[in-house]
């Protein structure tokens, strides 16, 4: 299995300030045959489901503020929030789905100061 | 809307059987994967299969920590996904998911299944 890491585990910010958080995987996830990363990123909000925010490593979902932005390749794979906002409190989770089973990273849960 | 309504959870003893189901509506069902994914209390979420769509054929992927015990299924006259589990244990406690597509675009609100004696 591919096992993802994820850092920091937790992680408070003030709003307005830019937060990164990383995620490693054991195995590349970019497939040679269309050069793409099979990674996507979660927000679960308390109470909530998990929405998906990032998929391709970079893609925004539709909807998604332009202030959460994927980027990386390989192995190694960030999420950055430019300005985080009161309402990005939550728990962000790396998945990949290159290769069965799809598996996810343990979490950064995102504190607001 | 793109919407996916879990149903099914409750208590269950050890050794025992549950069938979750998950209701999908305001897209073309047989167009899409459906996932199943669980995510026990102030854990990460973990996949446990997925059915693929009408293109590919219906078939199935599991991940090995649950293959052999549950069973993903869908009835596309219903627009309904399933996820069968027999031989439940403690540590298959968890709020069940199901989710669309292979990124997994929508998830349901979840179906809390706890097993416990």
């Known amino acids: 299995d591919i096992v993802m890491t994820q850092t920091p585990s937790s992680q408070a910010v003030s709003a307005g300030e830019k937060v990164t958080m990383s995620c490693k995987s054991s195995?590349?996830?970019?497939?040679?045959?269309?050069?793409?990363?099979?990674l996507a990123w979660y927000q679960q909000k308390p109470g909530q489901s998990p929405k998906l925010l990032i998929y391709?490593?970079?893609t925004r979902e539709s909807g998604v503020p332009d202030r959460f932005i994927g980027s990386g390749s390989g192995t190694d794979f960030t999420l950055t929030i430019s300005s985080v906002q009161a309402e990005d409190l939550a728990d962000y989770y790396c998945?990949?789905?290159?290769?069965?089973?799809?598996?996810f990273g343990s979490g950064t849960k995102l504190e607001i100061k | 809307e793109v919407k996916l309504l879990e149903s099914g959870g409750g208590l269950v003893q050890p050794g025992g059987s549950m069938r979750l189901s998950c209701a999908a509506s305001?897209?073309?069902?047989?167009?899409?994967?459906m996932n199943w994914i669980r995510q026990p209390a102030g854990k990460a979420p973990e996949w446990l299969g997925f059915?693929?769509?009408?293109?590919?054929?219906?078939?199935?992927e599991y991940n090995p920590s649950v293959k052999g015990r549950f069973t993903i299924s869908r009835d596309n006259t219903q627009n309904m996904l399933y996820l069968q589990m027999n031989t439940l244990r403690a540590e298959d406690t968890a709020t069940y998911y199901c989710?669309?597509?292979?990124?997994?675009?929508?998830w349901g609100q979840g179906a809390s299944v706890t097993v416990s004696s």
């Open positions: 305001g897209f073309t069902f047989t167009d899409f994967y």
């Open positions: 195995q590349s996830l970019l497939y040679s045959g269309d050069q793409k990363n099979y």
């Open positions: 989710a669309r597509s292979r990124v997994m675009d929508a």
């Open positions: 998945q990949q789905h290159y290769s069965y089973p799809f598996t």
């Open positions: 059915i693929r769509n009408k293109a590919n054929g219906y078939t199935t």
């Open positions: 391709l490593a970079s």
